[in-house]
């Protein structure tokens, strides 16, 4: 005989398909006859609170207490059965030792299977009971619950019902070029040296891997092959084998869907002998002298509505993004910028992170921006690659299936800005940190192969055991107000210099205005120093 609380468990699970739960959300449409709300009543004193923040309390709840939850009333079932609040549930109960997740439909289910196959491996489960393991992946039925309202269940039930497609746009505020017509001297002229993003064309479409890097093909060869995710939790990242994660993004609906970033591809696979790195303008990488560089390239694979929320480059390196297939679209802000505006807005939402996924900013910060503060933007199509320069904010939003790689380099001209955030992020560090090694291997390297680069930034054995606090006086008062407002790019005077742009549209009209007098505290350069854990 089951623990009562199992019982519950189980009974709750046979009637739930949390995966559709949202879609009977949608507001008013199960208001009864008489016009009641069943939120008011079914919530008791907890009422008085939106649902934000008792979608939160619930997030904090375990899992049998969730369920209890969902036995109490209408609108505790639903709220309960949130796919977001399982999600949190499954990744904190998650034994990450295992190594390889594996989703099985929905949230809720996975989460509940996990407890089958942890907690309760001491009870006899029996083949009545075993079907809780399994989710009919063609069951669409959505559960009734009439009376309900509720302002966030209905935006969440559009953002992950929004036709996706009406996100395409016909402008771009990015310049496009082929590669045929661009030279090495025109490219390094017009955009490297002045941090300039640009759109190279007919180069990717013309890799193998244009015809290789297919679903199909993938699964061929890797479907047993493990990958990492950019969902992370208590410093875990999330490890699929690639025939889930392909089964996950074909199945699931999620607000923030699991995101495919891995850094080893090339050791994994033999995917990195199917493209060629674009040598003719990125050829000249400073981070090439070294014998161990930090991860610079990743294999990228998401649905449509994943994405990455916006942040800066590691180390304010550039980045070349090339997309095999499907179509994103981008947004971009130029150094000088303090912060996105709305990236840690949460006002509407129970999130205890700090970053608003990109549909979320498409649908609710966007439409409000004034033109004053609209981003560069465009959207990049398959066989498209785009340069981002570093110290650039950028949030990027899939807006079909999507296959590509990026690579990180440091070239000549973004090296005062790389310079200047390394010693920043190394700063105080131990002798065996990773950034000090980093800085202290590159420093002996560019020694004997380019000492010109050191003098640029004023290095000097002297001031090398001091080197932070040189480092401020060496570079002018400009490199302070600039690296705060680059939330810890560090670049230096020289780099202010080569990294200018003049910005003639309307879309980036008053961005130093609005933000140059905006200074952060060191606690605020500090703690964004970290944003490039999106990789």
Same mark, same amino acid.
């Given at each position: 005989?089951?623990?009562?609380?199992?019982?519950?468990?189980?009974?709750?699970?046979?009637?739930?398909?949390?995966?559709?739960?949202?879609?009977?959300?949608?507001?008013?449409?199960?208001?009864?006859?008489?016009?009641?709300?069943?939120?008011?009543?079914?919530?008791?004193?907890?009422?008085?609170?939106?649902?934000?923040?008792?979608?939160?309390?619930?997030?904090?709840?375990?899992?049998?207490?969730?369920?209890?939850?969902?036995?109490?009333?209408?609108?505790?079932?639903?709220?309960?059965?949130?796919?977001?609040?399982?999600?949190?549930?499954?990744?904190?109960?998650?034994?990450?030792?295992?190594?390889?997740?594996?989703?099985?439909?929905?949230?809720?289910?996975?989460?509940?299977?996990?407890?089958?196959?942890?907690?309760?491996?001491?009870?006899?489960?029996?083949?009545?009971?075993?079907?809780?393991?399994?989710?009919?992946?063609?069951?669409?039925?959505?559960?009734?619950?009439?009376?309900?309202?509720?302002?966030?269940?209905?935006?969440?039930?559009?953002?992950?019902?929004?036709?996706?497609?009406?996100?395409?746009?016909?402008?771009?505020?990015?310049?496009?070029?082929?590669?045929?017509?661009?030279?090495?001297?025109?490219?390094?002229?017009?955009?490297?040296?002045?941090?300039?993003?640009?759109?190279?064309?007919?180069?990717?479409?013309?890799?193998?891997?244009?015809?290789?890097?297919?679903?199909?093909?993938?699964?061929?060869?890797?479907?047993?092959?493990?990958?990492?995710?950019?969902?992370?939790?208590?410093?875990?990242?999330?490890?699929?084998?690639?025939?889930?994660?392909?089964?996950?993004?074909?199945?699931?609906?999620?607000?923030?869907?699991?995101?495919?970033?891995?850094?080893?591809?090339?050791?994994?696979?033999?995917?990195?002998?199917?493209?060629?790195?674009?040598?003719?303008?990125?050829?000249?990488?400073?981070?090439?002298?070294?014998?161990?560089?930090?991860?610079?390239?990743?294999?990228?694979?998401?649905?449509?509505?994943?994405?990455?929320?916006?942040?800066?480059?590691?180390?304010?390196?550039?980045?070349?993004?090339?997309?095999?297939?499907?179509?994103?679209?981008?947004?971009?802000?130029?150094?000088?910028?303090?912060?996105?505006?709305?990236?840690?807005?949460?006002?509407?939402?129970?999130?205890?992170?700090?970053?608003?996924?990109?549909?979320?900013?498409?649908?609710?910060?966007?439409?409000?921006?004034?033109?004053?503060?609209?981003?560069?933007?465009?959207?990049?199509?398959?066989?498209?690659?785009?340069?981002?320069?570093?110290?650039?904010?950028?949030?990027?939003?899939?807006?079909?299936?999507?296959?590509?790689?990026?690579?990180?380099?440091?070239?000549?001209?973004?090296?005062?800005?790389?310079?200047?955030?390394?010693?920043?992020?190394?700063?105080?560090?131990?002798?065996?940190?990773?950034?000090?090694?980093?800085?202290?291997?590159?420093?002996?390297?560019?020694?004997?192969?380019?000492?010109?680069?050191?003098?640029?930034? !004023?290095?000097?054995?002297? +001031?090398? *055991?001091? @080197?932070? #606090? %040189? /480092?401020?006086? &060496?570079?002018?008062?400009?490199? $302070? =107000? !600039?690296?705060?407002?680059? +939330?810890? *790019?560090? @670049?230096? #005077? %020289? /780099?202010?210099? &080569?990294?200018?742009?003049?910005? $003639? =549209? !309307?879309?980036?009209?008053?961005?130093? *205005?609005?933000?140059?007098?905006?200074?952060?505290?060191?606690?605020?350069?500090?703690? $964004?120093? !970290?944003?490039?854990?999106?990789?």
């Amino acid at each position: 005989m089951q623990p009562l609380e199992e019982q519950n468990l189980a009974i709750n699970l046979n009637n739930n398909q949390s995966q559709n739960q949202s879609q009977s959300q949608f507001i008013n449409i199960y208001r009864n006859s008489d016009g009641y709300n069943c939120r008011n009543w079914g919530l008791g004193d907890l009422r008085v609170f939106d649902d934000g923040l008792i979608i939160q309390i619930l997030s904090m709840c375990s899992p049998l207490q969730l369920e209890s939850f969902a036995l109490v009333s209408r609108a505790f079932y639903i709220l309960s059965n949130e796919e977001e609040i399982w999600k949190r549930l499954c990744f904190s109960i998650w034994d990450w030792d295992k190594g390889i997740f594996i989703w099985k439909g929905n949230w809720k289910t996975t989460t509940i299977s996990i407890m089958y196959e942890t907690r309760f491996s001491p009870v006899k489960i029996n083949s009545k009971d075993k079907k809780l393991y399994t989710f009919d992946r063609n069951d669409k039925e959505i559960p009734y619950a009439s009376g309900f309202e509720s302002g966030l269940m209905h935006r969440r039930w559009i953002r992950k019902n929004y036709p996706i497609q009406n996100l395409d746009i016909s402008f771009s505020h990015i310049e496009r070029h082929s590669v045929d017509r661009l030279s090495y001297s025109e490219f390094v002229e017009q955009f490297d040296k002045i941090c300039k993003p640009v759109i190279i064309t007919d180069f990717v479409s013309k890799w193998p891997a244009m015809q290789l890097w297919t679903e199909e093909k993938i699964l061929e060869k890797y479907s047993s092959t493990i990958f990492r995710m950019t969902h992370k939790q208590n410093g875990h990242r999330v490890r699929m084998r690639g025939s889930d994660y392909f089964y996950y993004w074909k199945n699931q609906r999620d607000l923030d869907p699991l995101y495919l970033f891995e850094s080893k591809f090339a050791l994994k696979t033999t995917m990195a002998e199917d493209y060629e790195a674009p040598s003719k303008y990125f050829g000249d990488d400073l981070f090439e002298m070294l014998p161990k560089r930090p991860f610079y390239r990743w294999l990228i694979i998401g649905p449509a509505r994943s994405g990455t929320s916006f942040h800066i480059d590691p180390i304010c390196t550039s980045a070349w993004n090339a997309l095999v297939s499907g179509r994103k679209r981008w947004a971009l802000y130029p150094p000088g910028w303090r912060e996105p505006p709305g990236k840690t807005s949460h006002l509407m939402e129970d999130k205890f992170d700090s970053d608003v996924e990109p549909l979320h900013w498409y649908l609710e910060v966007y439409p409000n921006l004034p033109p004053t503060h609209k981003p560069w933007e465009c959207i990049q199509r398959a066989g498209e690659m785009i340069f981002v320069p570093g110290g650039w904010w950028h949030s990027v939003l899939n807006l079909d299936e999507t296959v590509a790689v990026t690579h990180n380099f440091v070239t000549e001209s973004i090296f005062p800005r790389v310079w200047n955030e390394l010693k920043e992020r190394a700063e105080d560090e131990p002798e065996d940190d990773p950034d000090r090694i980093l800085l202290n291997t590159w420093i002996e390297k560019l020694k004997v192969s380019r000492p010109d680069l050191l003098k640029q930034v !004023n290095y000097s054995e002297d +001031s090398s *055991s001091d @080197s932070d #606090s %040189n /480092s401020g006086s &060496d570079s002018d008062s400009d490199s $302070n =107000s !600039n690296s705060n407002s680059n +939330s810890g *790019s560090g @670049s230096g #005077s %020289n /780099s202010n210099s &080569d990294c200018e742009i003049e910005i $003639n =549209s !309307n879309i980036a009209t008053g961005i130093n *205005s609005a933000n140059e007098n905006e200074l952060e505290s060191e606690n605020e350069i500090k703690e $964004n120093k !970290n944003k490039d854990d999106i990789y």
